[in-house]
């Protein structure tokens, strides 16, 4: 059964770094575009960046020259580098991708994912 497992968060002072890891069981992620995304307390899930199969990369504007997203295909791993992690950064953080036609829907949007993990959280507080 294809399953998402994330790791990596942690709590870390404003101005530290995480790298959050995505590792895919009993499926070839280099076949799928991957999304990370989080959800702060009281707010709604949103996209925080996404890579394609053919390795297009997307990011929301809160977390530009911050935030680097990769893929290791050896490992079967994506990975989520953060930067200059700020307070508003918290919240748990999932990967997703969609095992449905794109047909045109976005790697950012929550609503276009049909697989998740569950969760890893981040917390940025001094």
């Known amino acids: 059964q294809m399953r998402l497992v994330e790791s990596g968060g942690d709590s870390v002072q404003p101005g530290g770094s995480l790298r959050l890891s995505c590792t895919a069981s009993e499926f070839n992620l280099d076949y799928y575009n991957i999304g990370w995304f989080r959800q702060a307390p009281g707010k709604e899930r949103e996209g925080v960046s996404c890579?394609?199969?053919?390795?297009?990369?997307y990011y929301t504007d809160s977390v530009k020259g911050r935030f680097t997203i990769s893929r290791d295909n050896d490992r079967n791993i994506v990975y989520l580098q953060m930067n200059s992690l700020k307070p508003e950064d918290t919240g748990i953080y999932y990967c997703?991708?969609?095992?449905?036609?794109?047909?045109?829907?976005?790697?950012?949007?929550?609503?276009?994912?049909?697989?998740w993990g569950q969760g890893t959280p981040v917390t940025v507080s001094s």
């Open positions: 997703a991708t969609r095992r449905k036609l794109w047909e045109g829907r976005s790697c950012l949007a929550v609503g276009a994912m049909t697989d």
């Open positions: 890579v394609t199969h053919d390795h297009v990369k």
